[in-house]
Nanobody, 126 residues
């Protein structure tokens, strides 16, 4: 089992930036794909970005392309999400997730991931 702990959320005005971090511990070699999801109140959990640990392949959902950057520091077992030019619709609870091999491309659905963090709140408001 992989344990995940997120940090870095907060409240910013539109156009602001935040950097989320997710530290992994435990069975980290079982993390073949790691991803960031977000969930607004009353909404479904949405995949934001995915990082394939072995290949370095990266995938973003269309609404964040050009604004968000996902990265991974293997030496620190840490996944990052740099978020720039934030918009009110980016608000929500952001989760880090870890899963096994995913043979297709794109961001795997939430059901694929076996480990989740507790979430960190991002609020974008003027």
């Amino acid at each position: 089992q992989v344990q995940l702990v997120e940090s870095g959320g907060g409240s910013v005005p539109p156009g602001g930036s935040l950097r989320l971090s997710c530290v992994a511990s435990g069975y980290t070699y079982a993390s073949y794909v790691m991803a960031w999801f977000r969930q607004a109140p009353g909404g479904a959990r949405e995949g934001v970005a995915a990082f394939y640990v072995t290949s370095g392949y990266i995938k973003y959902t269309d609404s964040v392309k050009g604004r968000f950057t996902i990265s991974h520091d293997k030496s620190k077992n840490t996944l990052y999400l740099q978020m720039n030019n934030l918009k009110p619709e980016d608000s929500g609870l952001y989760y880090c997730a870890s899963g096994s091999v995913w043979v297709s491309d794109g961001i795997p659905p939430p059901s694929h991931f076996t480990s989740w963090g507790q979430g960190t709140q991002v609020t974008v408001s003027s």
